[in-house]
């Protein structure tokens, strides 16, 4: 079988690596993949954002099916467009994606359908929303609309801090048209859980939870990044806690977009945060997430490829969805100066590595023998062991013995589930 897959980060790379793992697999191209992506899979220089491109490569090269793995080709409509040509695909067509694409519909279905979320307001214009600021309890939380690579949300401490992010949002356009149209919603407070599912649209299937490490620096200090580690299985995410989601979230959510016509198929993720009153949705993702994909995959037992084909088919009850019963830990190297400017270019030099960690890239590219820097988020380590301890021991052990200049990590990937 040809397979496509769409992007070039280390989700993708994580991705790519686990696909390869079913025999009946005879290439794989990436679109436009990346340095590491190229010693699994062949590259090929076609952005994840050119439709066109994408779907003109899938006929020429007659690809048995595709996998498409970031969130702007997903909303632009991607899957859309290999249906057309007849190619079975994962992932969402574009009147799904919304879901991650407009905080607004997202907000709104929640709304409908009684799934738990923090209380929200949407604005379209900003003197209105300064008006409702002005009687807001402290802090809030002023998210623009549309996709904003992960960085749309602004916690405001107090309102010259919301009057700001208004203005910022909506006038300066600092997330360009995603910022036409605001949510402000409530700030709710608890431990942060990612809960990636697989759903064919009828059935879902949790894959092990995880935590992702948002911001840049140690001890939770410094910007938003896109993650900066993840840890999997997430020990505030109990058994009993999965059932309360099953039933008031996952479920609900695949039958919500039902009745919507707008069934979702693919990778459905569940940001959730485990306030006093049970578990709440902050933020849907059309897609796999971007490093927890990198834990939780390497414990899925089951056939990816497989389970991909099944959610297509509409035949996931049938299909197991298996974890091994063991931990996970990823830390990421980033370019100094991340998630603000970078330089790139930069030699990387890998260390005596043990075995079997998983070396997964991101931003890198090669020339000739080497790989170089090529984006803010560069690599990352994944390795898993018995116990969440053991795991992040050893991803720390490994990236260590990679270097390249400027290279930054957190030093406490773990700590803080590790203290439960
Ligand atoms: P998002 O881009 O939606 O994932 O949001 C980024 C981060 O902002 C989340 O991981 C949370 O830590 C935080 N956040 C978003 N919405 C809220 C909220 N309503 N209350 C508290 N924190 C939030
Ligand atoms: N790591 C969070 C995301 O992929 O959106």
Redesign the pocket.
Same mark, same amino acid.
């Given at each position: 079988m040809k397979i496509l897959v769409v992007g070039g980060g280390g989700r993708e790379h994580t991705i790519i690596k686990k696909i390869k793992e079913n025999p009946a697999v005879s290439e794989i191209f990436a679109l436009p993949g990346n340095g590491g992506i190229a010693m699994d899979a062949t590259c090929v220089p076609i952005k994840a954002t050119d439709i066109d491109g994408i779907t003109k490569f899938a006929v020429d090269h007659k690809i048995d099916f595709a996998v498409v793995a970031p969130d702007d080709p997903l909303v632009l409509g991607a899957v859309d467009r290999l249906h057309e040509k007849g190619i079975p695909c994962f992932g969402p067509e574009s009147k799904a994606a919304i879901i991650e694409g407009s @905080?607004v519909f997202s907000k709104n279905l929640m709304q409908k359908y009684n799934i738990p979320t923090?209380r929200y307001a949407v604005f379209d214009d900003p003197q209105k929303a300064l008006l409702y600021l002005e009687t807001s309890d402290y802090p809030i %939380?002023v @998210?623009a609309d549309g996709l904003a690579l #992960? /960085? #749309? %949300?602004i916690?405001a401490q107090d309102f010259a801090a919301a009057k700001e992010a208004v203005h910022s949002i909506m006038e300066d356009k600092i997330f360009g048209a995603s910022g036409a149209n605001i949510v402000i =919603? =409530?700030?709710?407070?608890g431990p =942060?859980v990612s809960v990636l599912c697989f759903t064919d649209g009828e059935t879902i299937k949790p894959m092990v939870s995880s935590m992702?490490h /948002?911001r840049a620096l140690t001890g939770d200090k410094g910007l938003?990044t896109g993650g900066m580690g993840t840890i999997a299985p997430n020990p505030y995410y109990t058994k009993e806690i999965e059932k309360v989601c099953m039933e008031t979230i996952f479920l609900p959510t695949v039958q919500a977009m039902n009745k919507e016509n707008r069934t979702f198929k693919g990778c459905l993720y569940f #940001?959730l945060?485990l306030t006093k009153d049970g578990p709440k949705v902050? =933020?849907y993702n059309c897609r796999f997430g971007d490093p927890e994909t990198q834990v939780v995959l390497p414990l899925l037992k089951s056939d990816l490829l497989t389970i991909m084909q099944s959610v297509e088919n509409g035949t996931l009850a049938d299909t197991p969805v298996e974890f091994d019963d063991k931990c996970a830990a990823c830390v990421v190297e980033a370019s100094g100066g991340y998630p603000k400017s970078y330089q790139t270019g930069y030699a990387i030099q890998f260390g005596d590595l043990d075995p079997d960690v998983l070396v997964i890239h991101a931003g890198t590219k090669k020339q000739g023998d080497k790989i170089l820097t090529a984006g803010g988020r560069v690599l990352s380590v994944t390795a898993t062991a018995d116990t969440l301890k053991a795991a992040v021991e050893k991803a720390y052990r490994n990236i260590e013995k990679i270097t390249f200049q400027d290279e930054y990590h957190r030093t406490d990937i773990g700590k803080r589930a590790l203290e439960v």
């Open positions: @905080k923090a %939380v @998210k #992960g /960085k #749309g %949300v916690i =919603e =409530e700030f709710l407070t =942060e992702d /948002k938003n #940001g945060m902050i =933020e």
